[in-house]
């Protein structure tokens, strides 16, 4: 089987500020990897250059056996956060169909195919109730569904999600964190999710890619999320706190950020 992701020997390097250098990663239909770390350690540009915006210093890329390109099909992006103007007309439903034919210029799809896909993708979000909504009325985790639902409806085979709890209850991170899922285990859709609220998708990883000062540990959470292993990887003492379901790291580094997380 054709890996969604593959990554051999890649490098990215902002002048001789290294990133990270020397991954090999592949990520299967169907696989959720939590990418981990701290701002300033790559993990905003991994997606940019699975995006196609960015490209390697070092090493390859492929998106279902193909390089990576801008507007490429079948390739979900949820960002931070959706920014809306006090001044936009659009509603939810609007929005949603922009992840449809958005990026078409002229006719694209015909209008009933549009608008059953648009449904689908408030439905499997939950959003119906307030799909005639302007954008700028609904609430924060209102709108990350929204933008969930975007994401979806142009039936992704990959899901690249830019710290999409950032900002929302704890309510709503463990709502979007399972629709995200939801996608995944129902569809086979491999998600790529950076992240840096560990506790709403510890369960649900099956794999995390940590980033820290140019390096970086690949595995299952259980095996990377521990002291020794991310001492090991910032170079001093880190401990790996657990407490029930609650995991935090204290110790680690800070590192400085350049707006490429």
Same mark, same amino acid.
């Given at each position: 089987?054709?890996?969604?992701?593959?990554?051999?020997?890649?490098?990215?390097?902002?002048?001789?500020?290294?990133?990270?250098?020397?991954?090999?990663?592949?990520?299967?239909?169907?696989?959720?990897?939590?990418?981990?770390?701290?701002?300033?350690?790559?993990? *905003?540009?991994?997606?940019?250059?699975?995006?196609?915006?960015?490209?390697? &210093?070092?090493? &390859?890329?492929?998106?279902?056996?193909?390089?990576?390109?801008? @507007?490429?099909?079948?390739?979900?992006?949820?960002? =931070?956060?959706?920014?809306?103007?006090?001044?936009?007309?659009?509603? !939810?439903?609007?929005?949603?169909?922009?992840?449809?034919?958005?990026?078409?210029?002229?006719? @694209?799809?015909?209008?009933? !195919?549009?608008?059953?896909?648009?449904?689908?993708?408030?439905?499997?979000? @939950? !959003?119906?109730?307030?799909?005639?909504?302007?954008?700028?009325?609904?609430?924060? @985790?209102?709108? =990350?569904?929204?933008?969930?639902? =975007?994401?979806?409806? *142009?039936?992704?085979?990959?899901?690249?999600?830019?710290?999409?709890?950032?900002?929302?209850?704890?309510?709503?991170?463990?709502?979007?964190?399972?629709?995200?899922? =939801?996608?995944?285990?129902?569809?086979?859709?491999?998600?790529?999710?950076? &992240?840096?609220?560990?506790?709403?998708?510890?369960?649900?990883?099956?794999?995390?890619?940590?980033?820290?000062?140019?390096?970086?540990?690949?595995?299952?959470?259980?095996?990377?999320?521990?002291?020794?292993?991310?001492?090991?990887?910032?170079?001093?003492?880190?401990?790996?706190?657990?407490?029930?379901?609650?995991?935090?790291?204290?110790?680690?580094?800070?590192?400085? !950020?350049?707006? &490429?997380?």
């Amino acid at each position: 089987m054709t890996p969604a992701i593959a990554l051999r020997g890649a490098g990215l390097a902002y002048g001789s500020r290294v990133l990270w250098r020397g991954l090999d990663l592949e990520v299967r239909p169907g696989e959720f990897l939590a990418v981990l770390g701290a701002n300033g350690t790559g993990k *905003s540009s991994l997606l940019r250059v699975l995006l196609g915006l960015r490209r390697l &210093t070092e090493g &390859t890329v492929e998106i279902a056996g193909r390089a990576p390109r801008r @507007g490429g099909d079948r390739v979900g992006y949820v960002p =931070q956060r959706l920014e809306v103007s006090p001044l936009t007309p659009l509603r !939810a439903r609007d929005f949603v169909r922009l992840g449809v034919d958005g990026h078409r210029w002229g006719f @694209g799809r015909a209008r009933g !195919a549009v608008r059953e896909r648009v449904e689908d993708a408030l439905r499997a979000v @939950g !959003a119906e109730p307030y799909a005639d909504v302007p954008l700028r009325l609904l609430s924060g @985790g209102e709108r =990350q569904r929204v933008r969930v639902a =975007q994401a979806l409806a *142009s039936d992704p085979r990959i899901l690249l999600c830019d710290e999409p709890l950032l900002s929302l209850d704890p309510g709503s991170q463990a709502t979007v964190a399972g629709l995200i899922d =939801q996608r995944r285990r129902t569809r086979d859709t491999a998600v790529v999710f950076v &992240t840096h609220e560990i506790e709403p998708i510890l369960g649900l990883a099956d794999r995390v890619l940590y980033l820290a000062g140019g390096r970086f540990r690949i595995g299952a959470p259980d095996d990377v999320l521990t002291s020794p292993v991310l001492s090991d990887l910032y170079g001093t003492p880190v401990q790996v706190v657990r407490a029930g379901d609650h995991v935090a790291v204290v110790g680690a580094p800070p590192v400085r !950020a350049e707006g &490429t997380a």
